[in-house]
């Protein structure tokens, strides 16, 4: 149980479909209040409705990770109305490099994937950090992807060995240096940082190709979100413990 006796506030990116809806809905289903953040007010303002309807505690936030005027005002929002936030949620992806290899990826691709996936990340975060800090118990889960791990690309009997588009891997790769370096550094506060692998869960960034469902996926983020006062920190993990990077 955390210090904060339960009552927590939870900010999830990219929170109007997919894994991410799905992570806001339970962590409000634990009793957070929940920040849906999302780039697009009318399908944020859907989101947020359509929780408020299943009667939890939700509140759209815009936040658009490429834009840092949009983190400014969102951490002020957040502050004047909460004055703490106590999980942050870095979910927010995109996947544009899908059938690309290393030796054709656009740099225009490679670029845009990392604003996104990596230099957002890293300024959302910087944006609240100084409100995780007000938190008994701040919790950051950087959702990566075991695409993101190059010892299992390294390993010619994973399960995605094949799968090799150079700008979302590495941009995973790239956000679970992030994890570690902040871990390192946030680590005599009561901030925990991991980085969480959801699995090949169907939603629109792969055409819904994927086998498990959101409520699989969602899984080990929230539980990365909702570690004791005593969890670990700088991890890399999925549903079935830690993965190697
Ligand atoms: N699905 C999988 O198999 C899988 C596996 C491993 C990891 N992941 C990771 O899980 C996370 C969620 O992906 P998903 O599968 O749920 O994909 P999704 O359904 O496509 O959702 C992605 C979310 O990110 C938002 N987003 C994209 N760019 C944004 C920006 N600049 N600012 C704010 N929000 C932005 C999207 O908003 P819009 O609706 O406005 O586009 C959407 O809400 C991603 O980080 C992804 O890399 C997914």
């Avoid at 399908?43 to 009667?55: C, D, H, S, T, Y």
């Avoid at 990770?65 to 957040?78: G, P, S």
């Avoid at 004047?80 to 691709?109: C, Q, T, W």
């Avoid at 790769?173 to 090949?200: Q, Y």
Wanted: glycine residues 10%.
């Amino acid at each position: 149980m955390s210090e904060n006796n339960g009552q927590m506030i939870a900010l999830v990116t990219g929170a109007n479909k997919g894994i991410g809806f799905e992570v806001a809905r339970q962590l409000a289903r634990r009793g957070d209040t929940v920040l849906l953040a999302a780039r697009n007010e009318e399908r944020g303002r859907e989101a947020e409705a359509k929780l408020k309807a299943e009667g939890f505690d939700v509140h759209f936030v815009h936040l658009d990770v490429e834009d840092a005027e949009t983190h400014q005002t969102a951490a002020k929002f957040v502050g004047e109305k909460f004055d703490r936030l106590d999980v942050l949620v870095n979910n927010a992806g995109i996947a544009l490099d899908a059938g690309s290899k290393a030796s054709n990826v656009s740099p225009d691709v490679l670029r845009k994937t990392f604003d996104t996936n990596l230099f957002g990340v890293i300024a959302v975060t910087q944006a609240f950090l100084p409100l995780l800090k007000k938190s008994d118990d701040g919790r950051i889960v950087n959702v990566s992807s075991g695409l993101g791990s190059l010892t299992q690309h390294s390993d010619p009997t994973w399960e995605f060995y094949g799968v090799k588009p150079l700008a979302y891997n590495a941009s995973k790769t790239a956000l679970n240096a992030f994890t570690v370096m902040l871990a390192h550094e946030l680590k005599e506060t009561k901030i925990k940082v991991n980085s969480a692998d959801p699995g090949f869960t169907a939603t629109d960034l792969n055409g819904h190709s994927g086998y498990r469902t959101v409520e699989q996926g969602a899984t080990v983020i929230v539980e990365l979100a909702s570690l004791p006062s005593d969890g670990t920190t700088g991890g890399y993990f999925d549903e079935n413990g830690v993965v190697p990077w």
